[in-house]
């Protein structure tokens, strides 16, 4: 079977993204096209992945940086909610069908399947939610309570096409992957910078623009005051990924030309100056402490690579700031904002009056309460805590202030309320044998790209402490990537 091959894949991948960003931002006004589009995404990633499962899965990849929550198409089909991440999801499982037909099921389990080095963890974190999702259907009130819980685990199943797509080592294909997820993240943070733009500016454009933005669920916009925004994106937690990704390499080659190192320098500040304009402090936290970590598991380097690596971060961060100021005070079309640096060291105090962080501390005494009801198997998808929330969302729907959620901020109780304690220490015992094994393979293949990805998944398991990204698709779908490139006993 032929079908077209750009001779430019990633410009033609770049038109792609830039179509769909765009057909988006129009169908949130005109959402009557809504289904057309997911059905029409539903065939194309079909029949690419037919031609070419790893062609899906980088479709997969950068949905998954560009779309944040999964929405930039979105409807509901018999009050079931449709978006363009679970058009991509089924169309490269039911591609994985047809693969299995083609090249009959004991071929593939035995080439492809029972290779993958962390079966053990998987299935048994597969088996702790199948529990959770029935214990969840005999006792919770709503089933589709319990179907929405549980739904971001079911990306757990996109491993079946990773596996048969990926080959162990295959060096070209991880090198694709990173290319691809490379320029997705360079997408996003410009987009970022853009609206960072549009809203310091505060141009004709900017009212449909916080709309579209808000109800496709890509992130928040909050105004901070002294000309800075804090342009919040879900997925902007693959700035952080990317830095890595880009920097631990960049540390140990040759840097061969000014024109070089002058790019190197400029996409290390352009992802800096929108982890800052994230405003996210669990991300600050999280990178700082997982390079730390990152630079003493490396204490085997010689000293004059720790201050190439830190010359690089230093130069890059003084860029990351003049990029911000040059956006927000670019003098055209008109912009009257002083710019002045206190909205960004007042999120750096930490205020527990703070009504996010408020709410947190008020939820944390009442969910581990429900923990302990049943702390070892847990109580099932769909499980539900009240707690006192002074978050002004949540004052404008209850002005008593009390809310009740199956979605919590602390992730990793949120996972033990649900599968269990048995349930997550499978699914955290997989976390960190992954970052051993992509450590000890690091060494052994003498790539920092398999280092990168270790302290990429070490930044997530941290976050992931404050901020829930390990129970969602952004979390789960960078896991499984990062698995798939091991042969069966490799350590």
Same mark, same amino acid.
């Given at each position: 079977?032929?079908?077209?091959?750009?001779?430019?894949?990633?410009?033609?991948?770049?038109?792609?993204?830039?179509?769909?960003?765009?057909?988006?931002?129009?169908?949130?006004?005109?959402?009557?096209?809504?289904?057309?589009?997911?059905?029409?995404?539903?065939?194309?990633?079909?029949?690419?992945?037919?031609?070419?499962?790893?062609?899906?899965?980088?479709?997969?990849?950068?949905?998954?940086?560009?779309?944040?929550?999964?929405?930039?198409?979105?409807? !509901?089909?018999?009050?079931?909610?449709?978006?363009?991440?679970?058009?991509?999801?089924?169309?490269?499982?039911?591609?994985?069908?047809?693969?299995?037909?083609?090249?009959?099921?004991?071929?593939?389990?035995?080439?492809?399947?029972?290779?993958? !080095?962390?079966?053990?963890?998987?299935?048994?974190?597969?088996?702790?939610?199948?529990?959770?999702?029935?214990?969840?259907?005999?006792?919770?009130?709503?089933?589709?309570?319990?179907?929405?819980?549980? #739904?971001?685990?079911?990306?757990?199943?996109?491993?079946?096409?990773?596996?048969?797509?990926?080959?162990?080592?295959?060096?070209?294909?991880?090198?694709?992957?990173?290319?691809?997820?490379?320029?997705?993240?360079?997408?996003?943070?410009?987009?970022?910078?853009?609206?960072?733009?549009?809203?310091?500016?505060?141009?004709?454009?900017?009212?449909?623009?916080?709309?579209?933005?808000?109800?496709?669920?890509?992130?928040?916009?909050?105004?901070?005051?002294?000309?800075?925004?804090?342009?919040?994106?879900?997925?902007?937690?693959?700035?952080?990924?990317?830095?890595?990704?880009?920097?631990?390499?960049?540390?140990?080659?040759?840097?061969?030309?000014?024109?070089?190192?002058?790019?190197?320098?400029?996409?290390?500040?352009?992802?800096?100056?929108?982890?800052?304009?994230?405003?996210?402090?669990?991300?600050?936290?999280?990178?700082?402490?997982?390079?730390?970590?990152?630079?003493?598991?490396?204490?085997?380097?010689?000293?004059?690579?720790?201050?190439?690596?830190?010359?690089?971060?230093?130069?890059?961060?003084?860029?990351?700031?003049?990029?911000?100021?040059?956006?927000?005070?670019?003098?055209?079309?008109? #912009? #009257?904002?002083?710019?002045?640096?206190?909205?960004?060291?007042?999120?750096? !105090?930490?205020?527990?009056?703070?009504?996010?962080?408020?709410?947190?501390?008020?939820?944390?005494?009442?969910?581990?309460?429900?923990?302990?009801?049943?702390?070892?198997?847990?109580?099932?998808?769909?499980?539900?805590?009240?707690?006192?929330?002074?978050?002004?969302?949540?004052?404008?729907?209850?002005?008593?202030?009390?809310?009740?959620?199956?979605?919590?901020?602390?992730?990793?109780?949120?996972?033990?309320?649900?599968?269990?304690?048995?349930?997550?220490?499978?699914?955290?015992?997989?976390?960190?044998?992954?970052?051993?094994?992509?450590?000890?393979?690091?060494?052994?293949?003498?790539?920092?790209?398999?280092?990168?990805?270790?302290?990429?998944?070490?930044?997530?398991?941290?976050?992931?402490?404050?901020?829930?990204?390990?129970?969602?698709?952004?979390?789960?779908?960078?896991?499984?990537?990062?698995?798939?490139?091991?042969?069966? #006993?490799?350590?």
């Amino acid at each position: 079977m032929k079908l077209f091959k750009p001779r430019y894949p990633y410009l033609f991948a770049l038109s792609l993204i830039i179509l769909v960003e765009l057909l988006s931002f129009l169908a949130y006004f005109y959402p009557g096209i809504q289904l057309y589009l997911l059905a029409l995404s539903l065939l194309a990633v079909f029949i690419l992945s037919l031609y070419s499962l790893e062609a899906g899965l980088l479709l997969a990849l950068i949905e998954l940086v560009v779309g944040s929550k999964g929405h930039l198409f979105s409807a !509901e089909i018999f009050a079931f909610p449709v978006s363009l991440r679970l058009m991509i999801w089924s169309a490269l499982l039911l591609a994985s069908l047809v693969y299995f037909y083609r090249q009959g099921f004991i071929n593939t389990w035995h080439k492809k399947i029972k290779v993958y !080095e962390f079966w053990p963890w998987l299935g048994a974190l597969v088996i702790f939610i199948a529990f959770a999702v029935l214990r969840g259907l005999l006792f919770s009130p709503s089933w589709s309570l319990v179907l929405a819980d549980v #739904n971001a685990w079911l990306y757990l199943a996109l491993i079946i096409p990773l596996l048969l797509a990926y080959n162990p080592g295959d060096r070209n294909q991880a090198s694709r992957l990173k290319k691809y997820f490379l320029l997705a993240v360079l997408w996003l943070s410009f987009k970022t910078l853009f609206l960072l733009f549009v809203f310091s500016h505060n141009l004709v454009i900017m009212p449909d623009l916080y709309l579209w933005v808000r109800r496709s669920g890509i992130g928040e916009i909050t105004a901070m005051g002294g000309g800075w925004f804090r342009i919040f994106i879900q997925s902007q937690i693959y700035l952080p990924i990317a830095l890595f990704l880009v920097l631990f390499p960049a540390v140990k080659a040759k840097i061969g030309s000014r024109a070089q190192l002058f790019r190197l320098v400029f996409l290390l500040a352009i992802f800096l100056a929108v982890i800052v304009i994230s405003m996210s402090r669990s991300f600050w936290l999280a990178l700082g402490v997982s390079g730390l970590i990152a630079a003493v598991v490396s204490w085997r380097l010689a000293w004059s690579l720790y201050f190439k690596a830190l010359a690089y971060i230093l130069v890059s961060a003084l860029m990351a700031m003049l990029i911000i100021f040059v956006v927000i005070k670019f003098p055209l079309p008109g #912009n #009257n904002y002083d710019v002045r640096f206190t909205a960004l060291s007042e999120r750096l !105090e930490v205020n527990t009056d703070e009504a996010a962080l408020a709410s947190r501390w008020s939820l944390l005494p009442n969910l581990w309460q429900a923990i302990k009801k049943d702390p070892i198997l847990g109580q099932g998808f769909g499980a539900s805590v009240s707690y006192y929330s002074q978050d002004p969302r949540v004052l404008a729907n209850n002005p008593d202030g009390w809310y009740t959620t199956y979605a919590f901020e602390w992730a990793y109780l949120d996972t033990w309320l649900k599968i269990g304690i048995l349930g997550t220490l499978a699914f955290v015992s997989w976390l960190i044998y992954l970052i051993i094994a992509l450590w000890q393979y690091s060494r052994s293949q003498k790539s920092e790209l398999y280092f990168a990805l270790a302290a990429s998944l070490l930044f997530l398991m941290i976050v992931n402490i404050f901020t829930p990204y390990l129970n969602h698709p952004l979390g789960l779908g960078f896991l499984l990537f990062s698995s798939c490139f091991f042969r069966k #006993n490799s350590l």
